[in-house]
DNA sequence: CAACAAAACTAACGACTGTTAGTTTTGTCA
DNA sequence: TGACAAAACTAACAGTCGTTAGTTTTGTTG
């Protein structure tokens, strides 16, 4: 039996190219047949590197998690006013989004297939990452630079605007990625400063 | 063979029920054999009152489409200034949320599983309507009840923040609608004005 | 009650799903 | 070159899917 290696650089392949599929097809839509398809192999192939069709998104999650909480984190200890720290949080998921599309969209949108044991860790973490940007808002309040508002409300505000930039990046129309995040940025920042 | 009418109230009872179903499980993961337990009823016997389960998901996207549009005619033809026109659709935009959220997220997330032909529709109506919206922005930029901002970003803007409202829906930490709107509708109309 | 249609039922079809067992090819070292 | 493991293969499993054909029940109208 093979050993399943925690990191072999084909595993990562398997995963980039389901992370594409699950997105354009969906996750439930994607079977085994089709990744394999696209890798050039047979479905039965895949199972000498990956457990299961269920690990794939389960991994995609899990990376995507780390790479927020890690940016958060550095965030967190950097001493800044919120209003910085914010605009900071919001280039960087405006960067992932444009450099990792396909892992953001489905961490974003498929993670709801996700198996039910796992499922309640990745909303926890996402629980968890939400809290801290909700602090960093009342912490723009209280340090001034930020205009007094519902902090959670704020929260939603921010993360949803930024999502729907998926919308354009799968239809840009003329706009370019720099023109969009700066006009993106200016808005959201607007609405928040005093 | 049964004639399939074109409104009878079981076929209603049907489509609010995939509604729901669709929107808890996803499109591809909620069977016709689901469907039909739901109800009380064989699978088979849905079919004695649709032709299948991919018109389930076009007449609730139609449905959908349909309001909103005729939403967007009214506004346009009442003689106000673009901030008030902005306002009253976002307005409408979180009531349709809250009246009828099931259909509202099957329209908002599950139309790519639309059969080909009738999402090219679907996304025609869709562009339409955004493109209503961009012109009520500029013209709010005009007759000066607006800042000078992107008017396709601040639709995305827009749009993508009510759409982040589903989080809350599914999960109202503490927050009773009321406020919820109230909150959301001042920060993204502070983010317009001048 | 007889007649008729609406709407339920049972049973099955072919296609597709994730996954497994067992076998063969491929590539890398001694 | 011979040995060994990694990674591909073929073939098949049990289960689910949307849908259809044909039959029976239910409910209304004359």
Redesign the interface.
């Known amino acids: 039996m093979a050993k399943l290696q925690n990191d072999s650089p084909r595993r990562q392949q398997i995963l980039l190219k389901a992370a594409e599929l699950f997105r354009t097809h969906?996750y439930?839509?994607t079977g085994m047949r089709l990744i394999a398809e696209h890798l050039g192999v047979e479905a039965a192939s895949l199972y000498n590197h990956i457990p299961g069709k269920s690990f794939l998104l389960k991994e995609i999650c899990a990376q995507m998690g780390q790479a927020f909480e890690m940016q958060m984190q550095e965030v967190l200890a950097t001493p800044t006013t919120g209003l910085q720290k914010t605009e900071a949080l919001l280039r960087f998921h405006i960067q992932i989004m444009l450099t990792r599309f396909d892992e953001w969209y489905i961490s974003n949108?498929q993670w709801?297939?996700l198996v039910d044991d796992y499922k309640q860790e990745f909303l926890q973490i996402r629980r968890g990452y939400e809290k801290n940007f909700t602090g960093i808002i009342e912490a723009g309040m209280s340090d001034g630079s930020m205009?007094p508002?519902?902090p959670?409300?704020?929260v939603?505000?921010l993360?949803?605007?930024?999502?729907?930039?998926e919308?354009?990046q799968r239809n840009p129309?003329g706009?370019d990625a720099g023109?969009?995040e700066e006009?993106?940025i200016?808005?959201?920042l607007?609405?928040l400063t005093p």
Do not use: D
């Open positions: 969906g439930a839509n949108w709801q297939h205009a508002i519902h959670q409300v704020a939603l505000t993360l949803s605007a930024i999502r729907g930039l919308f354009w129309h706009l023109t969009m006009e993106m200016k808005m959201l607007k609405a």
